[in-house]
């Protein structure tokens, strides 16, 4: 192998080999001119993952500006060359690695170069885009917005007021709608507590509405739930000093077996929770084991929250 002169090197070296064709490398190239000088010197892209195009930026608010102007951005890219695929951008606060060396403009309080704003490059021909000059402007502008949704919102949350997304039912938000969920099920819970041997039909009379889903479900959780109970007192080789163990297993016992108290009987107990824990929690000698030292997990709660 014969080594080249090189000048001769340098003169057959021309760009777009290799480099080039790396997505990112021809975004990063092409970055200035898709959102201008000015925003390239706050923002930088650093990764592509799959159609995801990660921007560093120097603070939160030129990446909420970025964001709001992604759709321009996300145009201009996929219009670069084709296959460049890009469908979003995320953001996150860093160093920009080569913004400094392309910016020598002085910069505002709010982190604007003082000769442009955020995405002149982008939003060619649209009112340019400041940051906010204090934190009082910028809650004006985040109340303003805030309005903008709740006029374009169908209706509004009969809980909470909050602005509704289209086919919300029954007019109530889903945060709402999941905390009514969950306070229904925590109800059902204690009324299957109180009486682990009732059956749906036994509850409905009290809950005229409760479906038999409802019902399986709460049961289904409080068998697990008192069931990690009995495995901790089993694990430790003792109980704790109130004794609560010995109610939980009579409850699971009778949750699990659907059956009355008065026809519990000690095989249905040692078949459900085993011999071990028959033993640990009813000593046939009458002896008690020692109770557990220290602060007891779940100590004065409710076994069903």
């Not at 885009?129 to 805030?146: G, H, I, M, S, T």
């Not at 949350?157 to 919300?168: D, K, N, R, S, V």
């Not at 038999?212 to 430790?236: D, T």
Request: charged share 20%; hydrophobic share 45%.
């Amino acid at each position: 192998m014969s080594l080249r002169p090189l000048r001769v090197a340098v003169d057959g070296w021309a760009p777009g080999r290799g480099v080039a064709a790396d997505p990112l490398h021809r975004i990063a190239a092409a970055w200035p001119g898709l959102v201008g000088d000015a925003v390239a010197a706050h923002a930088e892209p650093v990764q592509l993952n799959g159609n995801t195009l990660l921007v560093v930026t120097r603070s939160s608010a030129w990446s909420q500006q970025l964001q709001m102007l992604s759709p321009a951005i996300l145009t201009a890219i996929r219009n670069l060359a084709p296959g460049l695929d890009v469908q979003r951008m995320t953001f996150r606060l860093g160093t920009l690695q080569r913004a400094d060396r392309r910016s020598g403009g002085r910069r505002n309080r709010g982190g604007a170069p003082s000769g442009g704003s955020p995405g002149a490059g982008a939003r060619a021909g649209a009112a340019p885009f400041e940051p906010a000059a204090d934190a009082a402007e910028a809650l004006a502008r985040l109340r303003r917005r805030v309005q903008a949704v709740r006029g374009a919102a169908p209706g509004a949350c009969a809980a909470c007021g909050a602005p509704l997304e289209g086919g919300a039912p029954e007019g109530i938000c889903a945060p709402c709608a999941g905390q009514t969920e969950r306070e229904r099920l925590l109800a059902i819970q204690r009324l299957v507590y109180a009486a682990p041997w009732l059956t749906h039909a036994d509850l409905r009379a009290d809950v005229p509405d409760l479906a038999a889903a409802e019902f399986e479900r709460a049961r289904r959780l409080l068998l697990q739930r008192w069931w990690l109970v009995l495995e901790r007192a089993k694990r430790a080789g003792t109980l704790s000093s109130s004794g609560m163990e010995r109610h939980v297993a009579s409850s699971y016992v009778l949750l699990q077996s659907r059956l009355t108290p008065d026809r519990i009987t000690p095989a249905v107990v040692a078949n459900l929770l085993g011999d071990e824990l028959v033993r640990l929690l009813w000593p046939p000698d009458g002896a008690q084991p020692a109770p557990r030292k220290g602060p007891e997990p779940g100590r004065n709660r409710s076994f069903v929250e």
